[in-house]
């Protein structure tokens, strides 16, 4: 369809943009309207020229823009991991990364950005916790917000999902989520309605899990909650396979089937709706909700987009914006007065642990992504102390779980020399090359086609090759991963010659993250040389491929290691150890099982402490993980996955640089007798048992001393805590004007003035918390929740009065009666505090009964 200048309307002013959308729909058939409800492939929508619609491109997030490639050929900007930016508390911050993603989604022509993530940390147990913002869901909605409206102004669709409580991974295809309404309203779905009703989201996503029995994809709250009571006018699109039905789905408020192109819609749906067992209205509803997306991202001919000019990104301030952004999100739990250090009394440091070397900058599953570069912490500090001060690494514990891919340092191209590895695409059952390129890395993925310019169906063979020179002399693991018919070989050696099968119990998309494997050993002499070739055979249906060739070097003797690291510890001036998790460890697909670091890094943290008094622990973790050693260490720092500038950050705040700006978006418990919820379903379904006690709400009934609380986060200066005062939003006054007990109206904001100083000698940011209690509620309560926050700079001496608003809704509770929102008359609490655990200025607040 062409549209002429003349008629070009503008998707931001829905007046005139519905009447459009309706002519739109009525030039379509059925056939041509249910066509567009399935994807097109199992990353874009379907076009239809009838329509005036484009083709709309969906990618995953949240920490970057992967776009259709999922492999280094096609990089993306990596900002630090949703827990990082929860971290920050700092909206403008977090709006602001948003924006970059927009403009790296523009620059791949993206339209729909799959993020972000708003299941909340029910649990430190749950695989995605990294890939979720908080405990708490006033915090997480704020967040996420910010997210949506970052991403949205530079004219790209945000995503929020998974709709809802889809809080773990184990079992999730089958999993039913049993928690009560009131849980449900006033934890749950509250980041939701912020996405919603606070940002405007244009998309939302459907979880895989079920709730109360019924799978989120056919769920009645799709309608009643998300359309009917919060106005939600955007797609609502499954997570990928999560669609199991043809009516039930589509009878719900379910618009778009992912991925395509099939699915159980298609020719089953027109069936249906030709049988009247679903309206034609239905369908409609579905592609009007689609098209209006389209108009808002531009996908709709003669439709100026919701953002015709979307803010510019200067690329080159990027590096600086996102080592801004990871320093932002770092939360110094513990310091003995050893940071920031002084770089002028330092003559050496040692830099330890594997993970200082190969920096873990995001979690794993669907939204990793492969970033330009990343700066690892041994790269960091090196480069900003220089020549000057002895920088040395020693990797200490190693960890080897997993077999680490074929990249370009370990491996060549047998034919040229040069490093990579030579993949060619065959055809005519590989008697002719299709294709042929030098590839950096050996992690494959075909999504949909082969590219360049390729016929579907044409590729029937991959042929990977690439000659492996010993460095060492021993035992070298080769192998494959993924699906399929592979056949490898070394040499003469043939190390695989099988089909590799799903694991029954693995669903589709973990599978895809976690793939089976087949391998074998050869020995090798130092300096010996030995050419391997991989053939797989391509499964046409969907045409595509993914896999990954590993080599594994020998293991050095593992004591040898932890030895040679706590000598060097022990002659240098700092030891900073690098730990944390593995992708075997935090990732979608699966959860937890212990809450211990992998592999010996708390016995390479404990020995190191035990030869340097002077011991700097970073824990690079998305989620809690133990720390027997806390009270043996001078300071233990959180980085949280922060992206692709980890090391230079890792650095400016080592060195007082920057300040560490983070606190604690979770609750961290001391060790695994803390009451955690379990994430693991009982044939089938997960009862969220703890109710409305969820992170520092269940610490806090229980009267258990976590690790550290919820909020809690130090900085290099200190903060005195002067005054504080509340009104109704709508007095007047201002600080030392308000009497002992505020009083508001129920359902009025009430307003905080909290006045606070720098009583340190640098400046530095405070972030001031205000928590609720109700000690004489006639409804169960949490002992305190968060209901509001802000965050203030000043320099040393200087004081600051700042502004809180505490919005009326986080005083009620949801009323299982009337189905609404209630706010009890009579006193509350309020507590100025600087965590959950901190029991801050109080103040009281009386809300009156409205006279209506």
């Known amino acids: 369809m062409s549209v002429s200048p003349i008629d070009l309307v503008d998707a931001s002013e829905p007046e005139a943009l519905e009447p459009v959308l309706l002519a739109r729909l009525a030039a379509l058939d059925l056939e041509q309207k249910v066509r567009l409800l399935t994807g097109a492939d199992a990353w874009s929508t379907c076009a239809e020229p009838a329509a005036g619609l484009a ?3 969906l990618s995953d997030g949240p920490v970057g823009v992967r776009g259709r490639n999922w492999d280094e050929r096609d990089t993306s900007v990596n900002i630090p991991s949703p827990t990082a930016l929860a971290a920050s508390w700092d909206e403008d911050l977090v709006e602001r990364l948003g924006l970059i993603l927009a403009a790296e989604a523009r620059r ?12 909340l940390h029910r649990s430190p147990y749950a695989g995605r916790h990294f890939e979720c913002l908080s405990e708490d869901p006033l915090l997480s909605g704020r967040i996420a917000a910010a997210y949506v409206r970052g991403v949205q102004a530079g004219g790209v669709a945000a995503t929020a999902k998974h709709f809802v409580a889809n809080d773990s991974e184990t079992e999730r295809f089958r999993l039913d989520a049993r928690l009560d309404e009131r849980t449900l309203r006033e934890l749950y779905l509250p980041p939701f309605e912020a996405m919603v009703r606070g940002a405007g989201v244009w998309a939302v996503m459907a979880a895989y899990t079920g709730l109360n029995g019924t799978t989120m994809t056919e769920h009645p709250a799709l309608r009643e909650i998300l359309a009917r009571e919060w106005g939600f006018d955007g797609v609502v699109m499954s997570d990928w396979l999560a669609v199991r039905s043809t009516e039930p789905a589509a009878g719900a408020a379910l618009d778009l089937v992912m991925p395509g192109p099939d699915g159980p819609w298609g020719e089953a749906l027109v069936e249906a709706v030709r049988s009247g067992r679903v309206s034609e209205a239905t369908v409609d509803e579905k592609v009007l909700r689609l098209l209006r997306l389209a108009a808002r991202v ?6 100026a987009p919701a953002v015709p000019e979307p803010p510019p990104v200067d690329a080159d301030a990027v590096p600086g914006e996102l080592r801004a952004a990871a320093a932002a999100g770092f939360v110094l739990v513990r310091n003995e007065a050893v940071l920031p250090l002084d770089r002028d009394g330092l003559g050496s440091v040692a830099v330890l642990g594997p993970n200082a070397v190969d920096a873990r900058t995001l979690g794993g599953g669907s939204a990793l992504v492969f970033p330009p570069y990343t700066v690892s912490p041994l790269a960091g500090l090196r480069a900003a102390l220089g020549d000057d001060v002895e920088v040395r690494h020693a990797v200490g514990a190693g960890l080897r779980s997993r077999m680490p891919v074929a990249t370009a340092a370990t491996v060549s191209d047998p034919v040229s020399g040069e490093p990579g590895l030579l993949v060619r695409l065959l055809g005519g059952d590989g008697g002719s090359v299709l294709h042929e390129e030098l590839r950096g890395n050996g992690q494959f993925v075909w999504s949909g086609s082969f590219g360049h310019g390729i016929a579907p169906g044409a590729v029937d063979l991959i042929e990977v090759r690439y000659r492996l020179r010993a460095p060492v002399a021993g035992d070298y693991e080769l192998g494959c991963s993924g699906l399929g018919y592979y056949r490898l070989t070394a040499g003469e050696t043939v190390l695989v010659n099988e089909y590799l099968v799903q694991p029954e119990d693995q669903d589709l998309v973990d599978v895809f993250t976690n793939p089976p494997y087949g391998g074998g050993t050869l020995r090798l002499a130092e300096g010996e040389e030995v050419d391997v070739t991989l053939v797989h055979t391509v499964q046409k249906d969907p045409d595509g491929a993914g896999f990954r060739l590993v080599v594994v070097p020998p293991a050095p003797d593992p004591d040898e290691e932890m030895d040679a690291a706590v000598a060097l510890a022990a002659e240098s001036d700092v030891a900073v150890v690098v730990v944390g998790t593995t992708e075997e460890v935090e990732s979608e697909g699966f959860d937890r099982v212990s809450l211990a670091l992998p592999g010996r890094q708390d016995e390479l943290v404990r020995r190191v402490a035990a030869v340097n008094p002077r011991t700097v622990v970073v824990v690079n973790a998305g989620a809690p993980v133990l720390m027997p050693w806390l009270g043996d260490v001078q300071a233990v720092l959180l980085t949280w996955f922060p992206g692709q500038e980890f090391g230079n950050a890792l650095a400016d705040v080592l060195l007082g640089i920057r300040e560490p700006g983070g606190r604690l978006p979770t609750t961290w418990p001391v060790d695994e007798k803390a009451p955690l919820p379990g994430v693991r379903p009982r044939e089938g379904v997960l009862e969220y048992t703890e109710g409305l006690h969820v992170g520092h709400r269940r610490f806090l009934r229980e009267g258990i001393e976590p690790a550290f609380w919820f909020g809690h986060g130090l900085g290099y200066t200190t903060w005195a805590y002067l005054d504080a005062e509340c009104h109704g939003a709508g007095a007047g006054g201002a600080p030392g004007d308000g009497g002992a007990v505020a009083g508001c109206r129920a359902g009025e904001d009430v307003v905080v003035r909290a006045a606070v100083r720098n009583t340190g000698e640098r400046s530095g940011r405070e972030v001031i918390q205000v928590y609720a209690s109700r000690p004489e509620s ?30 009326a809704w986080t005083l009620g509770h949801w009323d299982v009666a009337t189905h609404g929102w209630v706010v009890e008359p009579g006193g509350f609490r309020l507590a100025v505090a600087r965590s959950a655990g901190d029991r801050g200025i109080s103040l009281a607040v009386e809300v009156l009964a409205d006279p209506a």
């Open 778 to 807: 006639a409804v169960e309560r949490p002992e305190r929740w968060l209901v509001g926050h802000t965050a203030v700079e000043a320099g040393p001496g200087e004081a600051r009065v700042v502004e809180i608003r505490v919005p």
């Open 298 to 303: 531009g996908a709709l001919d003669g439709v």
């Open 55 to 57: 083709r709309m491109v």
């Open 108 to 119: 791949k022509d993206v339209a729909v950005l799959l993020a972000p993530t708003v299941n």
